[in-house]
């Protein structure tokens, strides 16, 4: 085999591609048939990682299929290049740069090179400030100018800057509480360049116990700068005039970056500012300092179980068998069902409102990761990479888009997500409503599962004309993810489930699944428009000729 951490393999010309492209052509899904023939398979196909108890029994795969994938990630060299990663070295081949989100979990004394240097050490130094501004901003120590005690934090930050940090809070929202009892700290996230974004989140706001996060790894991103900006002249405003500006950004201002110098030339006072570094993508950065406003919410304990929640599935994900590891299984099912069985998204329903930002935190981790054409060495991909990820709480999707994945014509393959233990227990009278929810999970678990024959929709007195559209046809496939409460440490866990899934479709695909350039050039032909759109002739009439027609309508309409 080529060495997997420097050459990208074709995983179209392996045996095992030839062998899962001859096992699709026949391919007969047929879930209750398995299940019936065979006792053992829920037990077979259920793993445990860590807290997260994943069953993939009503997955589409048979044990051919599955010895197939196994030898596909052999022949892709899935170990060699997490391995690699692990390792501090530089997987991130077209950025030049190591890949060590896990880096950022390890306890305090473990030890991780990157370029011959320990990082540990480096990461707990900024954690340890993290942790003691959080623990200031908490008790009170810590004031505005006017000396009264912060109650508003708000994060300005976008894409991993902000998707991490805002998805956690709601979904620890149980964790808020501060340690005098006075309640809980609100954070506010503005991440859109539309000014209504921040014009919304400044609303109502008291400048004395606000304090603005500005989290931006580049320090250098339009949206992010334009809103701090934005929110500097908002604070210095409201504060009115005779303040002190200089304590006032002192006061009221830190920064989260790895580009420290920006910070400083932004007006922050580096000793407001915590780093970290090239080697965290932006979409992996929760777990950093860029997690500082989640860490300010839920408190230095609580963002330790966070992480150390992370560390326990990467310890599963570094050491278990590959036929035992469950981020390995759930990457390689998903290459089965997107490569040979033709899904193109993939929905991810968690029964757990609290993590309704979830599907959209995975929407930038798994589409800014894997959506490329090319592998990592430059040449084009010989198949698809990079499905669409999508999703919504349960029960709100069954009533929305659930029919199309039950009885459409696409292959849907589904991630269900739930916990035992409710955040908020009530009951409607006697009932557990909790109890209902989770009834609800098992029910569409197995009616997508199983579905309904003609003869069972018969059976019901159905007239003969409306039997078709009442027949479920089963085999959609399906993974139950359960776990016993949505602590910290299991949400933890579930990032790094979904970071590392997505690493191994990404070897499989020979892809970068670090770099982003995709992302480009929009950016710069955002700051090309810019004149056009504010009246500049000459920069309108180097535009095609339906911008062009596009900025006139926009100035003529503009009141
Ligand atoms: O434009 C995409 C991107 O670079 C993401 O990868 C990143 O999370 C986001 O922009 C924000 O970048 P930054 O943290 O540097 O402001």
């Not at 990467?314 to 990457?331: I, K, Q, S, Y």
Request: glycine letters at 8%; one cysteine or more; a negative charge.
């Amino acid at each position: 085999m080529a060495d997997a951490a420097k050459t990208p393999i074709d995983a179209t010309s392996t045996a095992a591609w030839k062998q899962l492209s001859s096992l699709a052509e026949t391919f007969q899904p047929d879930l209750r048939g398995w299940f019936a023939a065979d006792s053992t398979r829920t037990e077979r196909l259920t793993f445990d990682a860590a807290d997260l108890h994943v069953d993939l029994s009503k997955g589409l795969v048979t044990d051919e299929v599955l010895n197939a994938l196994l030898d596909l990630a052999d022949e892709t060299g899935v170990a060699a290049r997490r391995d690699a990663m692990f390792a501090g070295e530089h997987i991130n081949v077209t950025e030049d740069r190591a890949v060590l989100h896990t880096a950022l979990r390890q306890p305090k004394g473990a030890s991780v090179s990157v370029d011959g240097k320990d990082v540990v050490p480096d990461v707990h130094e900024v954690l340890d400030r993290v942790y003691a501004f959080a623990d200031k901003v908490r008790s009170g120590e810590w004031t505005g100018v006017t000396g009264k005690r912060i109650h508003t934090v708000v994060n300005i930050g976008i894409g991993g800057s902000d998707l991490g940090p805002v998805m956690a809070y709601e979904a620890l929202a149980p964790y808020r509480a501060l340690p005098d009892g006075s309640g809980e700290l609100e954070c506010r996230f503005i991440s859109n360049i539309d000014p209504t974004d921040a014009a919304l989140k400044l609303q109502g706001l008291d400048p004395e116990t606000t304090l603005f996060i500005v989290s931006s790894k580049t320090f250098g991103t339009l949206e992010t700068l334009t809103n701090a900006r934005l929110c500097k002249a908002w604070l210095l405003d409201q504060l009115g005039e005779g303040v002190d500006e200089k304590a006032a950004i002192e006061k009221h201002f830190v920064a989260v970056s790895t580009a420290l110098d920006k910070v400083a030339a932004f007006g922050i006072d580096p000793a407001n500012a915590f780093g970290f570094w090239d080697w965290v993508g932006g979409r992996y950065s929760v777990d950093s300092a860029i997690g500082t406003s989640l860490a300010v919410a839920i408190g230095p304990e609580a963002f330790a179980d966070f992480l150390a929640g992370f560390h326990a599935l990467d310890e599963h994900f570094r050491t278990a068998d590959l036929a035992d590891n469950v981020p390995v299984l759930m990457g390689l099912l998903n290459v089965w069902y997107s490569n040979f069985l033709g899904s193109e998204t993939h929905a991810v329903l968690p029964y757990a409102q609290l993590l309704h930002r979830f599907p959209a935190y995975l929407q930038q981790l798994t589409m800014e990761s894997n959506g490329k054409g090319v592998r990592w060495d430059g040449s084009p991909v010989t198949t698809s990479t990079g499905e669409v990820f999508w999703g919504e709480p349960g029960t709100n999707g069954q009533h929305a888009f659930y029919q199309l994945i039950h009885q459409g014509t696409r292959l849907i393959p589904a991630d269900f997500i739930a916990f035992a233990n409710p955040p908020y227990a009530l009951k409607d009278g006697d009932v557990d409503v909790h109890e209902l929810f989770l009834a609800n999970f098992f029910a569409q678990t197995r009616a997508l599962a199983f579905g309904k024959t003609a003869d069972e929709v018969r059976v019901e007195g159905t007239a003969e004309a409306i039997v078709p559209a009442r027949v479920f046809t089963g085999n959609r496939p399906t993974t139950s993810i359960m776990a016993p409460a949505l602590t910290p440490s299991v949400l933890g866990q579930l990032i790094a489930l979904y970071e590392h899934l997505t690493f191994v479709q990404g070897v499989i695909w020979g892809i970068d699944s670090f770099d982003q350039w995709g992302v480009e050039l929009g950016k710069q032909l955002a700051l090309q428009v810019a004149p056009a759109v504010g009246g500049d002739e000459e920069a309108a009439a180097t535009q095609d000729s339906s911008t062009q027609a596009l900025i006139r309508y926009y100035r003529e309409k503009r009141a």
